[in-house]
């Protein structure tokens, strides 16, 4: 259930993925239940990166300030969000597939479409960044799931928080578990 929650919960990235991505506001609109499958619209916006920051990751320089993030999900296994940026699209999918009844495996696909071929040599470039850059985020989202989400019922719902008490209302209609 928790793997579930942070999968669905779109504005975990300002604290969980702070560092080194700099997410500092993140805004929704457009959220649509659908069934199986709500969709939402996410502006996220960063800050600048250091120096320091981006000679240790180069990949953050080809990421935007201002990410136009369109979000798809398919209940159970599957979140996706498109990205366009200055260098092309980018399509990334975080997929959720239980192993065991007390353990969830995840992995994440990454697919670029390039502008030009400069933006493709430059994504090529910057490969082993990127594909780290995801070691890091399945770390944090891993040392998130000790912390966050706690099993108690919550007294208010905030309104960001709808979209997870939503997936694990379909969790539990799927289950057959009564609330
Ligand atoms: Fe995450």
């Not at 999918?93 to 009844?101: A, D, G, N, S, V």
């Not at 770390?139 to 997870?164: G, N």
Request: net charge positive; hydrophobic share 40%.
């Amino acid at each position: 259930m928790k793997c579930l929650k942070i999968n669905y919960d779109f504005n975990h990235a300002i604290a969980t993925h702070r560092e080194p991505f700099k997410f500092d506001r993140i805004k929704v609109d457009n959220y649509q239940e659908n069934g199986f499958y709500p969709t939402l619209h996410q502006t996220a916006i960063r800050v600048n990166n250091s120096w320091q920051e981006i000679i240790n990751n180069p990949a953050l320089l080809v990421a935007p300030r201002t990410l136009d993030n369109h979000f798809e999900y398919s209940f159970p296994s599957t979140s996706s969000l498109i990205t366009p940026t200055a260098f092309g699209e980018l399509a990334q999918f975080f997929i959720l597939y239980p192993e065991t009844e007390r353990s969830t495996r995840t992995f994440v696909l990454l697919y670029i479409k390039p502008k030009n071929k400069f933006s493709h040599f430059l994504f090529l470039l910057l490969k082993s960044y990127w594909l780290k850059s995801y070691d890091l985020v399945v770390e944090q989202d891993a040392h998130a799931l000790k912390t966050l989400y706690p099993e108690q019922k919550p007294k208010i719902r905030l309104p960001r928080e709808e979209i997870m008490f939503y997936a694990e209302k379909l969790y539990r209609e799927w289950n057959g578990i009564q609330f």
